[in-house]
């Protein structure tokens, strides 16, 4: 084990200190060359008021949230709350490594599992994901996230509410009534109100049964207890959910994890796994091309009859989330070859997402390919949802029957007649692209 990349990795990124247990982890989590986009100054939100789309969005990503959180105030404006989480928990970053973590609770009993369940959130208009996650009330505590055994009774109630494995009777009772602030930023995903909590009281209920007996498991590592509930069938945004609260780890190493770094932290170790295996595996004896279009972003997800590579590219048209300004389409990606990587993508979490989500398939499949994922995202996808909508777009693509083709050319074809982007432009900013192509016209000459 290269122990100074081990050490480096804690250093930029606490949050993984209880599951880098193997370089390949550390490298795969690093940081260091992660990019942040702010949306510019000048946003024409203010003179818009969301009656004159000055953003050229479709839609007003504001009122949207607007509608969604007037039509639940009323039954939230109170100091005390009671409903059926579904289960539901979040853990902030901002303040690391004292943040605030608790339950989310929406003012409704009864089974309310879709409200935090992206796995089953495909097919849904923007409109009804807003509605979702306002409906969930968040309280919060501080909480110290290297010392998760000295946050008292909530935060261990908390934590086994992470783990249930259906929705559970919550009562909270609040410092302040839930508050809502409106902030004038595509970057901010829709989030419900939230308010800090003086008490909670949870209801009977079970846990899932594999994370409870990793939980109690004090001397398993964190990331062998992610692959093996994983592969017992736990839904992986469940997996997310008891990783923040520190519910994995042996005993001295366990850690709150922010809930935006777990999401990505499990879909890192659980394709890093998968892709020991597929490497083995036969390679594809077809070009494939696999789709999915689902809230204005359309996938198109390629794979090579060759060994073992990644690449993903996003698009984003002007008056998208990450293009909200600009006048010309803005391209970004990034990719690995056989030995993988050792950066943070520049993409973020979308990266793992969609490789976990590729990675499935081919381990399923006993194969192994070069796979490509392009994406376009376009105006009418007004604010982001959270990287769930990447890794639910793909596996969607791939749990349908994919067009084959016997040569690269006709796989390009395909893009052409795909997408608005013009063939040139992805190729010119694809690299796993231009060498297929650079592949196919050196065979030409045989």
């Known amino acids: ?95 690391y490594p004292n943040v605030f973590v608790g339950p989310m609770v929406p003012p409704v009993h ?32 501080l909480a110290d996230v290297k010392r998760p055994e000295e946050g008292g009774r909530i935060l261990d109630e908390t934590r086994l509410l992470a783990m249930a494995d259906r929705s559970v009777d919550v009562e909270l009772r609040l410092r302040e009534r839930p508050r809502k602030t409106f902030v004038l930023n595509d970057e901010i995903q829709p989030m419900g109100p939230s308010a800090r909590m003086n008490d909670l009281k949870a209801g009977s209920f079970k846990l899932d049964k594999w994370i409870e007996k990793a939980y109690y498991d004090e001397d398993l590592k964190a990331a062998d207890a992610l692959k093996d509930i994983y592969e ?39 394709s890093l796994d998968m892709m020991d295996r597929v490497k083995e595996f036969p390679v594809i004896n077809e070009y494939r091309v696999y789709e999915s279009t689902y809230l204005d972003n359309r996938f198109e997800v390629i794979m090579l009859p060759e060994g073992w590579r990644y690449e993903a590219i996003e698009a984003w048209y002007p008056g998208t989330i990450w293009n909200p300004a600009g006048e010309d389409i803005f391209m970004f990606g990034d990719w690995e070859n056989r030995q993988g990587r050792t950066t943070y993508a520049k993409m973020g979490g979308c990266y793992y997402a ?18 490509i994922v392009l994406r376009e995202a376009h105006p009418d996808y007004t604010m982001p949802v959270g990287v769930w909508q990447v890794r639910e777009n793909v596996r969607n693509a791939l749990r349908n029957p994919p067009l084959k083709y016997s040569c690269f050319e006709d796989v390009l074809d395909r893009l052409k007649e795909k997408f608005d982007i013009r063939l040139q432009t992805w190729l010119e900013n694809s690299i796993l692209l231009k060498d297929a192509l650079k592949q196919t016209k050196i065979i030409g000459f045989f």
């Not at 849904?124 to 309280?139: C, N, P, T």
């Not at 923040?244 to 659980?270: C, E, N, Q, Y």
């Open 1 to 95: 084990m290269d122990s100074k990349v081990v050490r480096m990795a804690k250093k930029q990124s606490p949050w993984t200190a209880h599951l880098v247990q193997e370089d390949r982890f550390a490298l795969d989590l690093n940081l260091a060359s992660a990019v942040e986009t702010k949306t510019p100054r000048g946003s024409p939100c203010p003179a818009c008021k969301g009656v004159r789309m000055l953003c050229h969005k479709m839609s007003c990503p504001i009122t949207t949230k607007l509608y969604a959180y007037m039509r639940l105030r009323q039954s939230i404006d109170r100091m005390n709350l009671d409903g059926s989480s579904p289960p539901g928990v979040f853990v902030g970053r901002f303040g």
């Open 110 to 141: 009864g089974d309310t599992g879709l409200l935090d369940l992206p796995e089953a959130w495909f097919g849904k208009s923007m409109q009804e994901i807003v509605d979702f996650r306002f409906q969930l009330v968040r309280g919060m505590q």
């Open 232 to 270: 017992r069938g736990t839904p992986v945004s469940k997996i997310q959910k008891a990783l923040s609260v520190g519910a994995f780890g042996m005993k001295k190493r366990r850690r709150l994890v922010p809930t935006r770094w777990s999401i990505t932290a499990v879909d890192s170790i659980l």
């Open 354 to 371: 969609a490789r976990l989500a590729v990675n499935e398939l081919l381990a399923k499949e006993r194969r192994q390919a070069t796979a």
